[in-house]
T-cell receptor, first 112, second 112 residues
């Protein structure tokens, strides 16, 4: 199994600012992902964080808005840039460990 | 791509009753079907999964059934307890490096 921690666990931010979310895994993993979960909604994949190269973004998500870093096999960051109230959501880090997908506890973001 | 439909969106039962959540998928090549439980304020946790080479899998009070012909799978929880109250997500993927597609979630409420 994989144990994932995220920082911060929650934050309240002003519109126009940026927030960087950190994800730390207790073991080396090849595949690392970032999801968004809007209130009462399902899990929407933002991007796959690739170690040593640019992240792979899903349709509707762009690097300028959600820059991602993956400096090694245990750590990644997601930045939510130039935030608006529509960015209020839960952001989840996820990894493939063996043949199972694991999720972090999430970062709850409220943008005012 | 894969499309996963999940029903119902909300399910309310009395403690001790059974609960059934149903999902359908569109990609006939999907062969891995996990179920996740998300408690309030936490990230999704894998509770059970099934692969296409079996029709049913049980783990204590939880069981999952799969009908590949009809492309649907279900989660069954028997003898429900208040601590079963959570949001449950189904997902489907082709396995390997294919990222699962998630259903929209079912909010299960177990009344004591």
């Amino acid at each position: 199994s994989a144990v994932i921690s995220q920082k911060p666990s929650r934050d309240i931010c002003q519109r126009g600012t940026s927030l960087t979310i950190q994800c730390q895994v207790d073991s080396q993993v090849t595949m690392m992902f970032w999801y968004r979960q809007q209130p009462g909604q399902s899990l929407t994949l933002i991007a796959t964080a690739n170690q040593g190269s640019e992240a792979t973004y899903e349709s509707g998500f762009v690097i300028d808005k959600f820059p991602i870093s993956r400096p090694n096999l245990t750590f990644s960051t997601l930045t939510v840039s130039n935030m608006s109230p529509e960015d209020s959501s839960i952001y989840l880090c996820s990894v493939w460990g063996g043949e199972t997908q694991y999720f972090g506890p999430g970062t709850r973001l409220l943008v005012l | 791509g894969e499309n996963v439909e999940q029903h119902p969106s909300t399910l309310s039962v009395q403690e001790g009753d059974s609960a059934v959540i149903k999902c359908t998928y569109s990609d006939s090549a999907s062969n891995y079907f996990p179920w996740y439980k998300q408690e309030l304020g936490k990230g999704p946790q894998l509770i059970i999964d099934i692969r296409s080479n079996v029709g049913e899998k049980k783990d204590q009070r939880i069981a999952v059934t799969l009908n590949k012909t009809a492309k649907h799978f279900s989660l069954h929880i028997t003898e429900t307890q208040p601590e079963d109250s959570a949001v449950y997500f189904c997902a489907a993927s082709r396995g390997g490096s294919y990222i699962p597609t998630f259903g929209r979630g079912t909010s299960l409420i177990v009344h004591p």
